[in-house]
Nanobody, 117 residues
Framework: QVQLVESGGGLVQAGGSLRLSCAAS??????????MGWYRQAPGKVRELVAS???????NYADSVKDRVTISRDNAKNTVYLQMNFLKPEDTAVYYC?????????WGQGTQVTVSS
C-alpha cells in the first residue's frame, strides 16, 4: 500500500513563493524507480500536469509554470518537492502528488494553494 501525503499549501500573495512537499509511504525501491509528478486542478477545470521528475532526475514542466517552478526529489527521504516562485492568481488550485510505478498510479489527497492578487 502506497500513501502520498502533501503539505506546504496555503494562501500567498501574488509574486510570493511556496514549497510543496509530498512524503511517500512506499518502499524505497518503489519510490526510487517511480515517476513522480505534481498535478493541479482548479475549480471547473480538468486536472493538469504541473511538473514531473523521472527516477534519473529528468524533469518536465508545463509551459504555464516553466521558469517559475522547480521539482526535485530526495530518494533517501521518499519525498518529492515543488518549489513555486513568482506565483500568480491563476496558479490557484488543489495540488496533487502522483507516483507512477507501472502498472499502478497513486495519488495524494491534495493541498490547496491560493494566490491572492
Amino acid at each position: 500500500q502506497v500513501q502520498l501525503v502533501e503539505s506546504g499549501g496555503g494562501l500567498v500573495q501574488a509574486g510570493g513563493s511556496l514549497r510543496l512537499s509530498c512524503a511517500a509511504s512506499a518502499s524505497k525501491s518503489i519510490f526510487r524507480l517511480g515517476l513522480m509528478g505534481w498535478y493541479r486542478q482548479a475549480p471547473g477545470k480538468v486536472r493538469e500536469l504541473v511538473a514531473s521528475i523521472t527516477r534519473s532526475g529528468s524533469t518536465n514542466y508545463a509551459d504555464s509554470v516553466k521558469d517559475r517552478v522547480t521539482i526535485s526529489r530526495d530518494n533517501a527521504k521518499n519525498t518529492v518537492y515543488l518549489q513555486m516562485n513568482f506565483l500568480k492568481p491563476e496558479d490557484t488550485a488543489v495540488y496533487y502528488c502522483n507516483l507512477k510505478f507501472t502498472p499502478n498510479d497513486y495519488w495524494g489527497q491534495g493541498t490547496q494553494v491560493t494566490v491572492s492578487s
